[in-house]
């Protein structure tokens, strides 16, 4: 008989009651130390007190009106991200998928009104994951993810990671736009290198197309940058954010610049609950915290200490650990041992971690967790991989 819920998520058995801090209680009552962060999005932590209060705060005020109305704290919201970044102007949505179908809209409706309908390609990358709507899906072309939904939403190419000639080959008089994760979270935390980010948007204004970034994951202080291009010194025209951006709460938002987002008129698009009071009550204080150089110090600093960590343990590990990447609190352990096992034996001793595609363990804390407990992570991960060792020899 089918569950109550629908099973379409292969679900470890556990379940968490409560939260605090970079600490997960399991409803028998072990905590588990949270290097997984409900993938990259809990930024600031399990009941953070400071996003209670401003949650709780609106809550007793009002939680929705909808936007037939102004919205002060979606305004609040938007004035912050666009002082913080390239952006001239913001959308609010409730997840990553929503913000990759606004960017895509967006980068059509750019050319439509410029008078080059024709520019309706967008290329992405093997490996990429934009979320799944029919537009996110056939944007990162996964079989795995488009097989038996019908015809795949025509209009999106793939590239390999790092393939100059095949880029180029792709982009033709009917692209859009370019659209990557400065860093790939599900396809395996596999960052792109500034110099190739520069390139892309080099090729970019070389060709007249518009460049997308997906920072749904590495945005919002992942990597230690208030955003992952910054690294690279380039601006994209769009931007995809959502994960971290509401610390928990669903939020998500596309960052344009005015030039990009100008074709999206009244009556263009819009979001029963996007950028709703509560959410952007919440949004605010997530910025004020995360977009401060003191605050994007330290992540770069703790992540520093936690691939330091992670090296020793691949010293120490050859026959479970291959290779760390990324880059702040955004760490990948590529693994000679099956990612499964590792993140399992992690469970046990109770560590939570998050595998991804290419064979890869993630650790994506909250990037308020502090050295005490990275140490801790360090700790339980070297007995796991020793747990995973014994059990592959015996
Ligand atoms: C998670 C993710 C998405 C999709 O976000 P949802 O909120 O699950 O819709 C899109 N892009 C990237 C890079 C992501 O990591």
Same mark, same amino acid.
Do not use: D, H
């Given at each position: 008989m089918i569950p109550s819920v629908l099973p379409t998520y292969n679900r470890a058995p556990l379940s968490f009651v409560k939260g605090e801090g970079s600490w997960l209680t399991e409803a028998d009552g072990r905590r588990f130390l949270d290097m997984g962060a409900g993938i990259a999005v809990n930024a600031l932590g399990h009941a953070n007190p400071d996003l209670v209060a401003a949650l709780t705060e609106q809550a007793g005020k009002l939680w929705h009106t909808s936007n037939l109305y102004r919205i002060p704290q979606q305004e609040a919201l938007a004035d912050r991200l666009v002082a913080a970044t390239f952006a001239d102007t913001v959308f609010f949505t409730n997840s990553g998928t929503e913000s990759c179908e606004l960017a895509v809209k967006m980068a059509r409706k750019h050319f439509f009104e410029a008078g080059?309908?024709?520019?309706v390609n967008i290329v992405a990358f093997h490996g990429a994951f934009h979320g799944r709507s029919h537009a996110a899906i056939a944007a990162a072309g996964s079989q795995k993810m488009i097989e $038996?939904?019908?015809p795949v939403l025509p209009g999106f190419t793939q590239v390999g990671w790092g393939d100059h000639d095949g880029l180029h080959a792709a982009i033709d008089e009917t692209t859009a736009a370019i659209l990557i994760e400065p860093v790939q979270g599900e396809g395996g935390i596999r960052p792109l290198p500034d110099q190739c980010l520069k390139g892309l948007r080099d090729l970019c204004d070389e060709k007249g197309i518009l460049l997308i970034l997906d920072?749904?994951?590495?945005?919002?202080?992942?990597?230690?940058?208030?955003?992952?291009h910054e690294w690279a010194g380039v601006d994209p025209d769009i931007m995809m954010v959502a994960k971290g951006i509401g610390g928990g709460f669903p939020l998500g938002a596309v960052l344009a610049t005015e030039a990009a987002g100008?074709?999206?008129?009244?009556?263009?698009h819009g979001s029963t609950?996007? $950028?709703?009071p509560l959410a952007c009550a919440v949004g605010a204080k997530v910025m004020d915290i995360v977009a401060d150089a003191d605050f994007l110090a330290e992540v770069r600093r703790k992540g520093g200490r936690l691939r330091q960590g992670l090296e020793g343990l691949v010293a120490a590990h050859p026959e479970v650990f291959e290779e760390v990447r990324g880059s702040g609190l955004m760490l990948g352990l590529t693994c000679r041992a099956a990612n499964a096992e590792v993140v399992q034996a992690a469970y046990d001793q109770q560590l939570i971690t998050v595998p991804a595609a290419d064979n890869v363990v993630r650790l994506l804390p909250?990037?308020?967790?502090?050295e005490e407990e990275i140490a801790a992570a360090l700790s339980r991960l070297d007995l796991a991989a020793t747990q995973v060792k014994i059990k592959t020899t015996a």
């Open positions: 080059q309908p024709e520019r $038996g939904f019908g920072e749904v994951q590495c945005g919002m202080g992942r990597t230690g940058k208030l955003f992952a100008a074709a999206m008129t009244a009556g263009t609950y996007g $950028g709703n909250p990037l308020t967790i502090s």
